[in-house]
């Protein structure tokens, strides 16, 4: 589990590509490998991978073919910067909220507007999703908690200070970039849950 606080960026230092796979290498400061061990879970641009082998300062990670399909890990290449959250430790503060790394679908970022002290930028995503992203509610983007804006039937604002602009990778990213959305998971079942009480009635009911 994660909370969608990205603690750094990390660059791709190697691709290795295998029969229906593909092996991420990062290079991760000493901080951020700190007692980091084969097997352990990381985020990368909020998609959960397993630590498969450690090399000096390097992390590898192997992503599966579906994986792939389904997140922007398909696009990212050598130099490409992560945004990196290591894995909950519980005790500790929660100061996003409760992210499984399970990405659920990909946005387009189709605006972006940006001055010195603000930054806007409208991703669109398929209609179907947009049942469980809410004005004020949270959606993990890459990785990063953040507080939905204005929504849309295809989409949704966010608003985003100078401070998660400086230490992600949304700072860098242009119209027409695809990113990971994670819908927040009690939203989802609430809304499942609710769906399947009224389909119920009105089944009863005919």
Not at 78 to 85: F, K, T
Not at 159 to 186: F, K, W, Y
Request: a negative charge; glycine letters at 6%; hydrophobic letters at 40%.
């Amino acid at each position: 589990m994660f909370t969608g606080i990205v603690a750094t960026t990390a660059p791709i230092v190697a691709i290795e590509e295998k029969d229906r796979l593909r092996t991420l290498v990062v290079a991760l400061e000493d901080r951020e490998r700190e007692n980091l061990e084969i097997g352990a879970s990381v985020a990368n641009n909020g998609v959960c991978l397993t630590v498969t082998k450690l090399q000096d300062n390097k992390v590898f990670f192997d992503v599966m073919e579906e994986t792939l399909r389904l997140t922007n890990l398909e696009f990212v290449k050598v130099g490409s910067q992560l945004n990196i959250e290591r894995s909950l430790v519980f005790g500790k503060e929660v100061g996003g909220h409760i992210v499984s790394g399970h990405v659920h679908t990909r946005a387009t970022l189709t605006e972006l507007e940006k001055t010195d002290t603000n930054c806007r930028i409208r991703l669109t995503v398929a209609p179907q999703w947009m049942k469980y992203i809410l004005h004020k509610g949270f959606v993990a983007v890459d990785g990063c908690s953040l507080t939905v804006g204005e929504v849309f039937e295809d989409g949704f604002n966010l608003h985003l200070i100078p401070e998660t602009l400086a230490i992600t990778n949304l700072g860098e990213r242009q119209v027409g970039d695809r990113l990971n959305i994670e819908i927040d998971s009690q939203t989802q079942t609430i809304v499942d849950t609710v769906e399947r009480v009224l389909a119920a009635r009105e089944a009863r009911a005919q």
